[in-house]
């Protein structure tokens, strides 16, 4: 089956990194994404890898390792407003085309 | 702007009433998808879409119907809805998965909040 498990909460400190992990069982992978989401609110893209390796994009960095099917979100310099959650997603064929899956999301606390 | 919009944002409704929820997409987008999200479970993908005319099941599909005969709108149809189908409901869009082009960011509409009594 298919399957995608991340960390139900975190809690970090302000101006500290915080890592947060992923691992997802899939067929057919088709890249894996990370969005952010605040309480009420609709999910926002933050990083997508389809290969190995690191992505970097300010604050924010994606990893993923698909012969270990993980993937984790680093968030450095954390801010106050980066208490959110964290939703990981993989994109997989399917006959006729491609389904996402999400994860249940990991809710970020930054505390000051 | 870049933008996907629902219509409406928030419905209460009775058990067996039909209902429809509107999704548009000013980018045009090939794929397009619904999600309903649940405390504890996170998004689940009802259906997608391709593109115009070619649709798909999703992970959760039961009780739910969808139709894409343009390219910019993808409306959720609830045919007699029930109280398991109360969620908050995101429709998305992105380029198509298929071509292989860049990031492929999926972009939401702001949701719709549907109580079923």
């Known amino acids: 089956g298919q399957n995608i498990d991340q960390p139900t909460e975190m809690t970090a400190t302000e101006g500290a990194i915080v890592q947060i992990n992923c691992t997802y069982q899939?067929?057919?992978?088709?890249?894996l994404f990370w969005y952010q989401q605040h309480a009420g609110e609709a999910p926002t893209f933050l990083s997508y890898?389809?290969?190995?390796g690191l992505e970097e994009k300010g604050r924010f960095s994606s990893f993923l390792s698909r012969s270990k099917g993980y993937s984790y979100l680093l968030l450095k310099e954390l801010q106050m407003k980066d208490s959110a959650s964290y939703l990981c997603?993989?994109?997989?064929?399917?006959?006729?085309?491609?389904?996402?899956?999400f994860g249940a999301g990991t809710r970020l606390f930054v505390k000051a | 702007e870049a933008q996907v919009t629902q219509n409406p944002r928030y419905l209460i409704t009775v058990t067996g009433k039909k209902l429809t929820v509107t999704c548009s997409q000013n980018?045009?987008?090939?794929?397009m998808s619904w999600y309903r999200q649940d405390p504890g479970l996170g998004l689940r993908q009802i259906y997608y879409?391709?593109?115009?005319?070619?649709?798909d099941k999703g992970d959760v599909p039961e009780g739910y119907k969808v139709s894409r005969k343009e390219k910019r709108n993808f409306p959720l149809i609830l045919e007699s809805p029930s109280p398991n189908q109360t969620s908050l409901y995101f429709c998305?869009?992105?380029?198509?998965?298929?071509?292989?082009?860049?990031?492929?960011?999926?972009?939401f509409g702001p949701g719709t909040r549907l109580t079923v009594l």
């Open positions: 980018m045009n987008h090939e794929y």
């Open positions: 899939t067929s057919g992978f088709n890249g």
């Open positions: 879409s391709m593109n115009v005319e070619v649709t």
């Open positions: 890898n389809v290969l190995d």
């Open positions: 997603a993989v994109r997989a064929a399917n006959t006729g085309g491609f389904k996402t899956i």
């Open positions: 998305a869009s992105s380029l198509s998965p298929s071509t292989g082009v860049g990031t492929d960011t999926q972009y």
